[in-house]
């Protein structure tokens, strides 16, 4: 007998939603970096530990929307809790209010069939367990939580007990997805996420989010062990496209170094990466371009 099931990560954004995927699923998937909204669309992670399979989707953080991409990115969140049989609703343990979007959520949680479960995630950041009471209580009085789980993803401390609670919320069903499979990411998204992630951590401001990696070509070569990446950096602005690059092309290289070294240990091959900047003024509100770059629903 085989079972599945299926688990929508959501919460407010730099909650460490990405990197609770990440650690569960024991490879890096889903882009990670301090800066709010790294997440812009569902991604989806699987694991299978004997006869059952866990098929997670990491979701955009909730925040407040400013343009037509984090609208989308917000309603990603929101409908990604649909027809799941649970959901990880990740707070950040630092974050002491309740933000308007999360009560919102847990509003339509509350209509939903899912299991809930709380995650208390960053408890290494806390000189003081106790501290959790008080967020606890108040988080209670909005939802009745299957189980409240405080976790560290950083210190690997609590997910391997995130995973036990979700296993047994599993029922008997086909597996979905091959029993070695750990995405259904395409190559190319992941290829291009492993560069935003890095532009994400190397640039200020608004200039990484107003950022969109599209991958031209990646092709392994017939006569020697490597891959080929070509890559487009899009930005918004003639002066961000200066910022990308930066005084003799440092800024590029670097983060094109940084890419580099993180494809080659994903892919297990020598990569030669070529990255291009190109302007594209205002997609974040263009609904073409956010579907261009596979960041609506309508994409999918
Ligand atoms: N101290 C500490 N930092 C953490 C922990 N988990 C994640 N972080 C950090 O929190 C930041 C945000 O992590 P992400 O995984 O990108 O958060 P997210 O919820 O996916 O964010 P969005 O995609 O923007 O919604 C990163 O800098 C992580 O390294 C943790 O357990 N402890
Ligand atoms: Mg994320």
């Known amino acids: 007998m085989t079972k599945s099931v299926f688990v929508?990560?959501?919460?407010?954004?730099?909650?460490?939603?990405?990197?609770?995927?990440?650690?569960?699923?024991?490879?890096k998937i889903a882009s990670v970096s301090s800066k709010p909204q790294t997440t812009r669309t569902r991604i989806t992670g699987i694991k299978t530990v004997g006869d059952t399979q866990m098929v997670f989707m990491d979701t955009p953080g909730l925040h407040k929307p400013k343009n037509k991409l984090s609208t989308?990115?917000?309603?990603?969140?929101?409908?990604?809790?649909?027809d799941m049989d649970a959901v990880l609703f990740v707070v950040d343990c630092t974050v002491r209010d309740i933000s308007d979007e999360e009560t919102?959520?847990?509003?339509s949680l509350m209509k939903a069939k899912s299991r809930v479960l709380l995650i208390l995630n960053k408890i290494d950041l806390l000189p003081n367990k106790s501290e959790l009471v008080s967020l606890i209580t108040k988080l209670n009085a909005q939802y009745t939580f299957e189980a409240i789980i405080p976790i560290s993803v950083l210190e690997k401390d609590g997910v391997s007990i995130v995973e036990e609670e979700v296993a047994k919320l599993a029922s008997e069903s086909p597996h979905f997805f091959p029993d070695d499979k750990f995405t259904d990411q395409p190559e190319r998204v992941l290829a291009a996420?492993?560069?935003?992630?890095?532009?994400?951590?190397?640039?200020?401001?608004?200039?990484?989010?107003?950022?969109?990696?599209?991958?031209?070509?990646?092709?392994?070569?017939?006569?020697?062990?490597?891959?080929?990446?070509?890559?487009?950096?899009?930005?918004?602005?003639?002066?961000?496209?200066?910022?990308?690059?930066?005084?003799?092309?440092?800024?590029?290289?670097?983060?094109?170094?940084?890419?580099?070294?993180?494809?080659?240990?994903?892919?297990?091959?020598?990569?030669?990466?070529?990255?291009?900047?190109?302007?594209?003024?205002d997609w974040r509100n263009k609904e073409g371009l956010i579907r261009n770059f596979g960041l609506s629903e309508d994409a999918n």
């Open 104 to 107: 919102e959520l847990l509003k």
């Open 72 to 82: 989308h990115m917000l309603n990603t969140a929101k409908s990604a809790v649909d």
């Open 193 to 281: 996420e492993m560069i935003r992630e890095k532009l994400l951590i190397a640039l200020d401001k608004e200039v990484p989010h107003g950022i969109a990696v599209g991958i031209e070509r990646m092709e392994e070569r017939d006569d020697k062990d490597l891959l080929d990446i070509d890559a487009v950096i899009y930005c918004e602005r003639m002066s961000h496209k200066g910022i990308v690059i930066g005084k003799n092309g440092t800024m590029l290289k670097r983060v094109a170094t940084a890419a580099r070294n993180d494809l080659e240990s994903f892919f297990q091959i020598q990569v030669n990466l070529k990255c291009w900047v190109k302007v594209k003024e």
């Open 8 to 27: 929508s990560i959501v919460g407010r954004t730099n909650a460490g939603k990405s990197s609770l995927l990440n650690a569960i699923v024991g490879e």
